[in-house]
């Protein structure tokens, strides 16, 4: 007798990540797969990047998913980018800097790190000295950082960066989708990121974007790229030469393809105001409650909001409470905030109005428990 299973609960995903994903891409995500050198995969893929150019406002010529999760995207960058010996300058503010640092060691470069307290942004003068003291080939940022709430501003880092001749990978997991990344008016050399958060789509794929200037960096190598799954010179042999590399997933593309059709349906600027509007209404609903926000105004990721846990709450309670109750998801912070900050993410369908009411009417509620 085959084991009882439990029923897929219903979810509303106002987390960091993955969030809620719309019944046009769980219809595409249905259709049936065509093999991965099939004519059709490549126009599908053909208009996955052009669409991933447009929301990462470039573009350069070598953008395309990763077949992995964010990590993979990372993974990418740091590993085609950052040489063994050379040296790799880190913007630490955050878990995921922290990571970056990791695979930076693990390809065998000298790791430099400017730290900061988690929630806090660099400005211009911080990394001009950061870097002119450095002077390190490659340069590494958070643009979200999903740990803290905070948003970096890309240009200060790509501007200093650029002076001293290194270019710039910028993590935009968090950020793409849900508020402008301007790839090329920032001058971010390499940006990649995930499926799950501001795109709307489930996990899977990590769109990477990479500038001329890195793919002269790439050519100009001294060693072959460690990984062989995630080179990218081999991935644009497939890409664009149509030679088998691996078996890409034709389901997440047609997901993909799905989700970014979605948001040019709404357009992109729109979109970006209207998770704008519903982190205004979010913090204006938190303030009502007497919560502060852990990152100062202006510095805010809109569609990752981060407020503090007030003295005597227990955070995992009200997290268990909107989980068991409500079907709500909402993660807590961790790392040096654990038990400090909610992380409560809205995104993609749920930054609307009603649904920063609805939430905001079951957080009041969880936190009187
Ligand atoms: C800023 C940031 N970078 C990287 C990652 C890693 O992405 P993934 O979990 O999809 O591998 C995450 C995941 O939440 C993230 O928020």
New binding site residues.
Partial sequence: MAAATSPVPKRLLFG??PTMVEPRVYNALSQPIVGHLDPYFFEVAGEVRDLLRKTFGTRNELTIPISG???SG?ETAVGNFVEPGSKFAVFANGY?CD?LSEMGKRQGAHVVRLEKPWGEVFDSNEAADFIAREKPAVAAF?H???STGALQQPKVICDAAHDAGAIVIA?T??SLGAVPVNVDENGIDVAYS?T?KGLSCP?GLSPITVSPRAVERLHNRKTPTSQWYLDLKLLMEFYDGRKYHHTASATLFYGLREALRAIFDEGLEKRFERHANAHKALVRGLADMGLSMHVKEGHRIPHLNTPRVQPGVDDAKVRKHLLEKHGIEIAGGFGPLAGKIFRIGVMGPLATDMNVHMFLDAFKEALAV
Avoid: H, K, L, W
């Fill in positions: 960091p990540g999760t964010g990590s990372m995921f990571r958070v979200a950082e999903t993590d997991v968090t995930c799950q996990p």
